[in-house]
Each structure stands twice: as C-alpha cells, then as structure tokens.
C-alpha cells in the first residue's frame, strides 16, 4: 500500500510540474513586449492600459485573429505574422491581461 501512494504522490506531483510549465509567462511576455511592441505603442504601463482585461482576451482568441488583423498595414504586420509572434503571443497576453486598464495591476519595468 505504501509503494501504490508513494507511485500515486509521484505521478501527482509530474502532472504537476508538466501543467506549470506549459502555461504563460507574465515575465517573457513583458520581455517580448519591450522588444517588439513599445516602439509604436510605449512603455508597458501605457501599452497594457489600451485594454481591459476582456479586451485582451479578445483580441488573443481565435488563434489571435483579431490582434494580427489590427496591425494589419502597419510597421508590426511583418512580426504578428510569423512564427516568433505565435510562440510569443501566450506570454505576451498573460502580460498584457494581467497589466490590463480594468487589473489595478501596474508593470514595475517599462
């Protein structure tokens, strides 16, 4: 009985780590921000204050549909239409839900 529990704490605590790490991350998408995104739309206080936090749940579902077809035409539409956007584009809107205009959260950092 006590192999079965130690087996069974085991696979809870994998199942655990795995789910961790395939969520988001407020930090890279606060990066990736900085990197891509405050050119045109400044600093992340300001960017993430575009929206609230249902907006940007918005414009991220449907495979980031609504996003890509806003910066369509415009210096951004090379970078939301590659690979590099869609790897980032979970971090990103973590961090821009978490910072949104509604989350009386604010960005410590840029």
């Known amino acids: 009985m006590k192999k079965q529990t130690s087996v069974l704490m085991a696979i809870i605590v994998a199942l655990g780590l795995m789910s961790t790490a395939a969520t988001a991350d407020i930090k890279k998408g606060q990066k990736g921000y900085l990197k891509t995104c405050k050119k045109c739309h400044g600093n992340g206080t300001k960017g993430a204050s575009m929206?609230?936090?249902?907006?940007?749940?918005?414009?991220?579902?449907?495979?980031?549909?609504?996003?890509?077809?806003k910066h369509k035409?415009?210096?951004?539409?090379?970078?939301?239409?590659?690979?590099?956007?869609?790897?980032?584009?979970?971090?990103l809107k973590d961090f821009l839900f978490h910072y949104g205009s509604d989350s009386g959260n604010v960005p410590s950092c840029g």
Do not use: C, R
């Open 73 to 91: 035409g415009t210096k951004g539409e090379k970078f939301f239409g590659s690979k590099k956007f869609k790897k980032l584009a979970p971090h």
């Open 51 to 69: 929206q609230t936090q249902d907006g940007w749940t918005a414009l991220f579902e449907n495979d980031n549909a609504l996003i890509v077809e």
